[in-house]
């Protein structure tokens, strides 16, 4: 059964029988996705603690408000979930989304994160919702900003249709370089302006 065939709400990850044991006689299975965003989510928010904590405090010391922004998304299934990024415009605005990862809320790869009334998240679209949103995914390291809407829908259907743990490792490699473009060339737009 691939990923297409799945109904909606159905586990993402491979069929029944392949499933990674978590414990002998636990009873609970993990799939190799889940299990991968369990381990590397709980060693990344571990090993990046002490800056959340840091982008927590000099967000406080700035001014009164809040320091972490909620938002309503669909997560899988169609189900709900406030979604918790920093208030900045930085990357690290995004380190939040590790704790929706370890919760299973999230993936680290996925679809872009809508709001459940989002015309993507309805219809023939509805699919994307067969897996978990992603803190990063095809979209991110395509350009995010610069793609039309329609191509990064597109994106999202093609990883929702195609995606397993190859295919994440590789857009996970691909994401900070991504990011690191994207900035440089936000700088030097900017710099251009001010010449």
């Known amino acids: 059964m691939t990923a297409h065939d799945?109904?909606?709400?159905?586990?993402?990850?491979?069929?029944?029988?392949?499933?990674?044991?978590?414990?002998?006689?636990?009873?609970?299975?993990?799939d190799p996705k889940r299990g991968f965003d369990l381990l590397a989510g709980t060693a990344l928010l571990v090993a990046l603690a002490p800056l959340l904590g840091l982008v927590a405090l000099a967000l406080r010391a700035a001014d009164d408000r809040?320091?972490?922004?909620?938002?309503t998304v669909a997560g899988r299934g169609g189900r709900p979930f406030t979604m918790l990024t920093f208030r900045t415009r930085s990357p690290l605005a995004a380190l939040p989304l590790l704790?929706?990862?370890?919760?299973?809320?999230m993936s680290l790869v996925g679809p872009c994160p809508l709001t459940p009334a989002h015309r993507e998240c309805t219809g023939e679209a509805r699919r994307?919702?067969?897996?978990?949103?992603?803190?990063?995914?095809?979209?991110?390291?395509?350009?995010?900003s610069e793609l039309p809407w329609e191509e990064r829908e597109l994106l999202d259907l093609h990883y929702v249709d195609h995606h397993w743990l190859g295919m994440d490792l590789a857009v996970?490699?691909?994401?900070?370089?991504?990011?690191?473009?994207?900035?440089?060339?936000?700088?030097?737009?900017?710099?251009?302006?001010?010449?």
């Open 6 to 30: 799945r109904p909606l709400g159905a586990p993402d990850g491979p069929a029944a029988g392949t499933a990674l044991p978590l414990g002998a006689g636990s009873g609970f299975a993990l």
């Open 66 to 71: 809040p320091v972490l922004r909620r938002r």
């Open 99 to 105: 704790l929706h990862v370890v919760r299973g809320e």
């Open 128 to 144: 994307r919702l067969t897996v978990r949103p992603g803190l990063t995914g095809p979209w991110q390291i395509s350009g995010r």
């Open 172 to 195: 996970l490699a691909r994401t900070l370089p991504a990011v690191r473009r994207r900035r440089l060339r936000r700088a030097s737009a900017r710099a251009a302006r001010l010449a």
